[in-house]
């Protein structure tokens, strides 16, 4: 059963830092895709950042570019998302996401196949 899990979510003060972790399992872990998402309550979840891992192409929302960055480290089937200089803004629940049959393209367009339980992350002005 493919699944992923996020950790690493907490409490920060605005121009702080998180980083998140996402682990994957049950499948092997090259030619993937993997997601980062957020969502608030009333309002649609929201792609934050995701990556290939068939060509190490990374896509961000206008939002995030600049502050965040997605990484993996395929020897431990995890893939990090680096917060910076957070503001309340980023207030949400982050989830990932992963589609472990992926091949090419830009990675938006992946077949989110496992989600993981979600992870808060508050940021107080």
């Known amino acids: 059963e493919v699944q992923v899990v996020e950790s690493g979510g907490g409490s920060v003060q605005a121009g702080g830092s998180l980083r998140l972790s996402c682990v994957a399992s049950?499948?092997?872990?090259?030619?993937?895709?993997l997601g980062w998402f957020r969502q608030v309550p009333g309002k649609e979840r929201e792609g934050v950042a995701c990556i290939s891992d068939t060509d190490g192409s990374t896509h961000y929302d206008g939002s995030v570019r600049g502050r965040f960055t997605i990484s993996s480290d395929n020897a431990k089937n995890t893939v990090y998302l680096q917060m910076n200089n957070l503001t309340p803004d980023d207030t949400a629940v982050y989830y990932c996401a992963v589609d472990p049959g992926w091949q090419i393209g830009v990675c938006w367009t992946a077949d989110w196949r496992a989600w993981g339980q979600g992870a808060q992350v508050t940021v107080s002005s």
């Open positions: 049950g499948f092997r872990f090259d030619n993937y895709a």
